[in-house]
């Protein structure tokens, strides 16, 4: 982010099937929002802040929704966005993932450190995150791998695919090992607005111990800068 820009985030999730909850039609159809902001600061620092999908966890703040913060550095890359860049993260959400949360109030929420790597050029973009998040009311510790190509057959539109996948290194008995999620994925730039989106497939909250099923998911979001 330019320093002293600021950038709003709005996103809507709809998975089906969905695991019961306050948004949710049933469980035939549930619906996830999420709006943030963002603050570009000096020295390769952007502030972050907002609500996060804690989907399935009913019983925490507003029915799955998590309150966020985020620390962003850039730590090489041309500030333009072209060519390579490497940048981290840390981010700290109210609503932890664990099974056994505290009770409503006071779940001491988890801590995500990420990793993020990319390579953008003007026909295509590329990019790679890792991410250990550590549950605070368990012992429960996980690991994110995101993953994205597009092409750019015009500066503003581009088109590919992207892919998320979720372990668990250190779980509760009866716990997904993993989470998945892909699909195809659109993005429109026009100056300081963006419309994206993601059509594909999801297990998260879906898997039950070794079962694994799988619901359709869309995901959507847009941004403004100013």
Known sequence: MPVWNVRVIASLDLQTPTAADRLASGTSLGFLPGIGG??????????GAGTVWA????GNFAGGLSPYFQLRLH??????GRGFQLGSSVTYKFVGFGSSQGVEGQDPGETEFAVSAQVRQRFYEIGLQGVVGKDFATTDADGEIHAYAVGRPIPQLALG???QVRMGLVSQPGE??????SGGIASLTLG???????GGESTVNLNQGAE?????LVEVFGTARF
């Open 38 to 47: 963002e603050l570009g600061l000096p020295a390769g620092l952007t502030f």
């Open 55 to 58: 989907g399935g966890d009913t």
């Open 75 to 80: 730590l090489l890359g041309n500030e333009n």
């Open 161 to 163: 695919v992207a892919t």
């Open 176 to 181: 997904p090992p993993y989470d998945v999620i």
């Open 192 to 198: 300081r607005w963006q419309l994206a989106g993601l």
């Open 212 to 216: 694994v099923r799988v619901g359709a």
